[in-house]
């Protein structure tokens, strides 16, 4: 992973930039004037050099006293600098040149600044490979020219003192730099150090351990958010201790109102169970004096009015048992009671019992045991019965034409079967929305239509939880208009040596 510079490397790096940066501009401008000051004041000097020689010639020129104006040259070639000092005839041809052999005599010269000087009338200058040259003409009068003077200096000591100019500011700027440096650094230890420490104290925080004490960040705007920083710490601990009061208080009303539900659906479950066992000791009595009267002689009034307190009897005994069942899941003492039985027995004699009569031919009611499906299993028997026999009853109560069927499927694996019993009708189907809901106790998919065929809403409940005591479930599938499917899916130990009877 790349590391990021620290706060204290990009200040320390960005004041140096600065600093150099500044330091090379006031260099670069003060050698670059310093030499155009140096360069103006050499110019200067060189043209009153020749002004003063050409007023010097100007007698001898008119004389053509040559000895006198060698003379006169000689005196200003033997100055600082000085390369060449000519004085020329009207026509530019050289008279002397201030030497003793004076190899120019006679001829004529052509340079440019001569040319320009003879134009203009002027004294001109000109830089031409570190020679200063100078030219200008002798005048008598405004009107009668005597001749010319050109000077050439050599710029080797003005270069010479640039470049010194240029070693000492360089020497100067890189002192500075160098101490500007050290000062950057000073300030970026002091401008850094408080949020440093600000900065550990957060991670302090932030993995658990460290004081909570804010460390001392000075007065200025660190010092400032430091404090801020110990402000918002203490408004986060108070409302940490806060919300820890509030949890606490929640989950203890929590509890409280749980144990309190418990025991009242405890209570109710208990009350259930108790009043319709209380109930069903009477209601077999009540039963049983009712066949007893059957048998005596009445006459068919009577034993109209016998066989309904029968019939009556027989529904709310069913109910009552539902009822029973439903609290004795709910308070948890249901206890299954396992032995070997023979499924496909168990279900043709349902399926046999359960049948219409074959006068009220609106349904037929069949069973489909597949041949190698496993029949010998271990299992309660009763409660089996009691889950097929609501499944078939749901399937036939509400399907007014058509067929029911029972399907069995599964195989064996190991020493289990798994297996699944599918109770499909052709009746009107249950909408996606009740599906769910007709699995809860009491519950029914169309009130109006129970209420035509009766039945507590209790029964899938019922037979749903027994399906999950042993292990198993139930699920139901249903296309309204077309019909439904009721699943019992479960997996059973298998009772290997099972006579089949
Ligand atoms: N095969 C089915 N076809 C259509 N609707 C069904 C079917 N099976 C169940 N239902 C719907 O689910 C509801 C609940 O069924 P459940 O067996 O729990 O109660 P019930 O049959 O009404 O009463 P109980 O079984 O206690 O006599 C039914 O009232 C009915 O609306
Ligand atoms: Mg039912």
């Excluded at 804010?214 to 010092?223: L, Q, T, Y």
């Excluded at 000791?281 to 039963?287: F, I, K, R």
Aim: aromatic letters at 4%; a negative charge.
């Amino acid at each position: 992973m790349i590391s990021m510079p620290s706060l204290r490397a990009k200040l320390v790096a960005y004041t140096i930039l600065i600093v150099l940066a500044v330091a090379g501009a006031v260099s670069a401008i003060s050698v670059s004037l310093s030499y155009r000051a140096s360069f103006a004041a050499f110019e200067r000097h060189t043209v009153v050099l020749a002004r003063t020689l050409g007023e010097a010639v100007l007698e001898p020129l008119y004389e053509l006293n040559i000895k006198l104006m060698r003379q006169q040259a000689s005196s200003v070639l033997a100055s600082e600098g000085a390369l060449r000092v000519m004085i020329l005839d009207a026509g530019t041809r050289v008279l002397t040149d201030g030497t003793d052999e004076n190899p120019l005599r006679g001829k004529r010269l052509n340079a440019p600044h001569l040319l320009q000087a003879r134009e203009t009338a002027a004294w001109v200058t000109r830089l031409q490979d570190g020679v200063l040259l100078v030219a200008g003409p002798v005048q008598a009068t405004a009107d009668r020219r005597l001749g010319y003077v050109v000077l050439e200096f050599s710029t080797a000591r003005l270069d010479a003192e640039w470049m010194k100019h240029i070693r000492q500011t360089l020497l100067l700027s890189g002192v500075c730099a160098f101490l500007a440096s050290i000062a950057a650094v000073i300030m970026a230890s002091r401008i850094t150090r408080p949020i440093q420490r600000l900065t550990d104290f957060a991670a302090g925080i932030r993995s658990g351990g460290g004081k909570r004490e804010v460390p001392d960040c000075g007065n200025d705007e660190v010092g400032r958010l430091a404090e801020a920083f110990a402000g918002v710490l203490t408004h986060l601990d108070r409302s940490n201790t806060e919300l820890k009061a509030l949890a606490s208080s929640l989950e203890n009303q929590v509890k409280e109102r749980t144990r309190a539900a418990e025991a009242g659906s405890k209570a109710k479950s208990e009350f259930l169970a108790t009043m319709s066992h209380e109930i069903r000791t009477p209601m077999n009595a009540v039963l049983g004096m009712a066949s007893l009267l059957e048998e005596t002689g009445l006459n068919e009034e009577q034993a109209l009015y016998a066989r309904t307190i029968a019939e009556s009897g027989e529904a709310l005994l069913e109910i009552i048992n539902g009822i029973l069942d439903f609290s004795r899941i709910d308070t948890g003492k249901l206890e299954l009671q396992t032995a070997p039985l023979d499924l496909r027995e168990l279900l043709t004699a349902v399926v046999r019992l359960l049948s219409p009569k074959p006068d009220e031919d609106r349904v037929t009611l069949r069973l489909d045991y597949g041949p190698d499906v496993p029949s010998a299993i271990v299992g309660d028997e009763a409660r089996i019965r009691q889950i097929i026999v609501n499944l078939i009853g749901n399937a036939l109560k509400f399907t007014e034409a058509g067929s029911v069927t029972v399907g069995v499927t599964g195989r064996a694996d190991g020493n289990r079967a798994m297996l699944r019993i599918a109770v499909t009708d052709t009746g009107p189907g249950i909408p996606e929305n009740d599906m769910q809901k007709i699995f809860e106790a009491f519950c029914q998919a169309d009130s109006t239509a129970s209420r035509d065929v009766g039945g507590t809403g209790l029964g899938l409940t019922i037979a749903s939880r027994l399906a999950e005591l042993m292990g198993g479930g139930i699920e139901g599938q249903s296309e309204p208009g077309t019909g439904s499917t009721f699943t019992f899916a479960c997996s059973f130990a298998m009772a290997g040596n099972l006579v089949p009877g």
